[in-house]
């Protein structure tokens, strides 16, 4: 079936450097790939999101590449800050009903 | 702009008790998705409405979990009996329809089997 993977699990970063989170899909169909922020006993909240019409989007210190050949993309967040740390998790539209499958989600912690 | 809202937001039942969520989704949003979260784990979608009708339940465990969506705005999803594997969140989003649309979330209903 569908499947979205998503890595690192944990990723731990000094205030200040870039943190990199990477998915991989399955369907080569999906057109939609949000990334959602989750603080711990919160809703999850749009952070950004690509469509498959463009390879990049960038919105202040958060930016998100595309690779539709390679089924990849990714999350980058420059200039890291405490309130940065949350569990990030990536999601694909796919299948004929445009579900939306969730990566396993990246526990990122941002040291001061 | 009014988000979406779950009720309730904590649930404690023994197994093989009967529980049922309520969420009302953003006016005027077409699709309402109830997802199950598992500590841990990203969501998990169970079933997706188009106004009142079911778009994709394949993934809903039908032999114990119902949901429904009478008058295409709010929508219950049940769980009868519970079992322990139940214990999660439970998630209610709505977007203005499902194509390439950003989903919003509810802030969720904790449920614990014990």
């Known amino acids: 079936g569908e499947n979205v993977e998503q890595h690192p699990s944990t990723l731990s970063v000094q205030e200040g450097d870039s943190a990199v989170i990477k998915c991989t899909y399955s369907?080569?169909?999906?057109?939609?790939f949000p990334w959602y922020k989750q603080e711990l006993g919160k809703r999850p909240q749009l952070i950004i999101d690509?469509?498959?019409?463009?390879g990049e989007k960038k919105d202040q210190r958060i930016a998100v590449t595309l690779n539709k050949t390679a089924k990849h993309f990714s999350l980058h967040i420059t200039e890291t800050q405490p309130e940065d740390s949350a569990v990030y998790f990536c999601?694909?539209?796919?299948?004929?009903?445009?579900?939306?499958?969730f990566g396993a989600g990246t526990r990122l912690t941002v040291k001061p | 702009e009014a988000g979406v809202a779950q009720s309730p937001r904590y649930k404690i039942i023994e197994k093989r008790q009967s529980v049922a969520f309520w969420c009302n989704p953003i006016?005027?949003?077409?699709?309402l998705y109830w997802y199950q979260q598992i500590l841990g784990q990203g969501p998990k979608l169970l079933i997706q409405?188009?106004?009142?009708?079911?778009?994709?339940d394949s993934q809903l465990p039908k032999d114990r979990f119902s949901a429904e969506r009478l008058k295409g705005v709010d929508s219950t999803l049940k769980i009868q009996p519970a079992k322990l594997e139940d214990s999660a969140v439970y998630l209610c989003?709505?977007?203005?329809?499902?194509?390439?649309?950003?989903?919003?979330f509810g802030p969720g209903t904790r449920l614990l089997v014990l």
């Open positions: 989003a709505s977007s203005l329809v499902s194509d390439q649309e950003t989903q919003y």
């Open positions: 369907d080569s169909a999906s057109n939609y």
């Open positions: 690509i469509r498959s019409n463009v």
């Open positions: 999601a694909a539209e796919e299948g004929t009903h445009n579900d939306m499958r």
């Open positions: 006016s005027g949003h077409a699709t």
């Open positions: 409405f188009q106004n009142n009708g079911v778009v994709d």
